[in-house]
Structures are given as structure tokens and as C-alpha cells.
């Protein structure tokens, strides 16, 4: 399959436990943050979103943490599942929205859940 | 809820040859759509991107095209293949009044 995440940072994890992937996003005054998962040779899949005007989003096993005083966002992975295994990127929508509404992404993590 | 589909999967050319990918959307109208390419290992980079019916925005200067021939279909296009166009190319959608891009399943092109 497609070699996603050949030079990406990798994530161990322990099936099971919790993990954390972060993301450092690079402009202050975006409004919007999404996290997507891509699987080898499939196109990313949209996990969780939040909102610049909220912290913290839950989902069902994810949360996603928003810190605009660091510009800094997190996925959190609750009991993670070697169903979990993936490659994970944030994404941001800077301004201006009328710019065709663009998301700038984040290098990605690579996860792995050992059984 | 708008489906994107792709294709061809997978597609080998040689260097010089010309380029046709085609992406359409369903279950959506007048959607915004974009071209991504990822390179092996790495991030996404946006190539083009179109707001309506022969509207077409280029992010970076390069050897492809894109054209928005109906509401729901776009193409990525090339005259003259390069080595260096190798990569796996999505095709995104936003449908009108969402926030959230949604992408298709990819094509992986391998120039040689």
C-alpha cells in the first residue's frame, strides 16, 4: 500500500492504553481545526473538529484539546485499538474563508498499536 | 451524505505521457473541490482548488492543470509526465454552508 509515513514520527502505543498525538498549528487567527486519519493507500478520513471559540471537543473515544495561547492541538485516543493504527494530521483554516475556504495540515503522525 | 469517488486507483506512466484524473461528487451541490498531492511520507499539499463550474485556483506552480468542466466533476491534468509528478493525488470536497473537507480515496500515480 501507499508508504505513508516513511519520515513521519511514530507513535508507539500499548493496545489498550491512551494516546496523545499533538500538533503545533502555525496561525494565530484561524477559526477552525480538524483531525483526520489515513490509513495505508486510503485518503485521510475526518475524525473530530473544534472550533477556535472552544477548548475541548469530545467524541466517541477521541477528545481533541484546542490551546490558542501556544497554538497547540491534541488528539486524544481513548482504549486504543490496532484498529487505531494510522497515520493522524491536523489541519487548520486560516484566514481569509473567502480563499476558498483552504485548510493548511499539519506533517502527521504515524501510530502504532502493539498487541 | 456526498460520496467522492476516484480513478482510476492506481496508474503507471511513463515520463512524457499525458495525465487525466478524473474526481465527481454526489450528494452535494455546487461543493467546493480540491486537488491534494502527498508525496510518500509526508503531509498534503494543496494544488488547486475551485469554488464553482470553470473556476480554478492554482496553489503552486507546477507541470498539472485542473479544470471544473460540471458542478460535480473535476480534473487533474497533465500534458508531459515528469518523474517528479509521482505521488498519491485526493481529490476533497466541501460541500456549500459545511466546514469540514471530506476526501476521496486517492489515486497513486507512479511516473517512470
Known amino acids: 500500500g501507499e508508504s505513508v509515513g516513511l519520515h513521519l514520527p511514530t507513535l508507539s502505543v500499548q493496545e489498550g492504553d491512551n494516546s496523545i498525538i499533538n500538533c503545533a498549528y502555525s496561525?494565530?487567527?484561524?477559526?477552525?481545526f480538524i483531525w483526520y486519519k489515513q490509513e495505508s493507500g486510503k485518503g485521510p478520513q475526518f475524525i473530530i473538529d473544534?472550533?477556535?471559540?472552544?477548548d475541548k471537543r469530545q467524541g466517541q473515544r477521541v477528545t481533541v484539546l484546542l490551546n490558542k495561547t501556544v497554538k497547540h492541538l491534541s488528539l486524544q485516543i481513548a482504549a486504543t485499538q490496532p484498529g487505531d493504527s494510522a497515520v493522524y494530521f491536523c489541519?487548520?483554516?486560516?484566514?481569509?474563508?473567502?480563499?476558498?475556504?483552504?485548510?493548511?495540515f499539519g506533517g502527521g503522525t504515524r501510530v502504532l498499536v502493539k498487541p | 451524505s456526498q460520496t467522492i469517488h476516484q480513478w482510476p486507483a492506481t496508474l503507471v506512466q511513463p515520463v512524457g505521457s499525458p495525465l487525466s484524473l478524473e474526481c465527481t461528487v454526489e450528494?452535494?451541490?455546487?461543493?467546493?473541490l480540491y486537488w491534494y498531492r502527498q508525496a510518500a511520507g509526508r503531509g498534503l499539499q494543496l494544488l488547486f482548488y475551485?469554488?464553482?463550474?470553470?473556476?480554478i485556483s492554482s496553489e503552486v506552480p507546477q507541470n498539472l492543470s485542473a479544470s471544473r468542466p460540471q458542478d460535480r466533476q473535476f480534473i487533474l491534468s497533465s500534458k508531459k509526465l515528469l518523474l517528479s509528478d509521482s505521488g498519491f493525488y485526493l481529490c476533497?470536497?466541501?460541500?456549500?454552508?459545511?466546514?469540514?473537507?471530506?476526501f476521496g480515496p486517492g489515486t497513486r500515480l507512479l511516473v517512470l
Open positions: 489541519a487548520e483554516r486560516p484566514p481569509p474563508r473567502a480563499a476558498g475556504n483552504k485548510l493548511t
Open positions: 496561525n494565530s487567527a484561524s477559526d477552525y
Open positions: 473544534i472550533r477556535s471559540n472552544m
Open positions: 450528494g452535494t451541490s455546487n461543493p467546493n
Open positions: 475551485s469554488v464553482g463550474i470553470g473556476q
Open positions: 476533497a470536497c466541501l460541500g456549500t454552508g459545511k466546514e469540514t473537507q471530506y
